[in-house]
């Protein structure tokens, strides 16, 4: 399952949707609620080489649900 956002093609072309790509991170965060997964309980930290440099603002402002 791929759980990483990417820019949806705004033009309808071959690449993803952005309805498609709002559905695929819907789905990734139910697979990590019902097996239980946890990140930060496994250790893994925020740093910019693996999140933060990839972060842009308008999504870092997004709520969480």
Known sequence: MNALYEKA???G?????????????HRADQL???VGLDMADG?????????LGRLTKPRSARPTK
Do not use: I, M
Request: charged share 30%; proline share 4%; no cysteine.
């Open 43 to 51: 250790g893994w930290r925020p740093n910019v080489e693996n999140y």
């Open 9 to 11: 093609d705004r033009y």
């Open 13 to 25: 072309g071959r690449a993803t949707s952005a309805h498609g790509v709002q559905e695929r991170l």
């Open 32 to 34: 990590a609620r019902a």
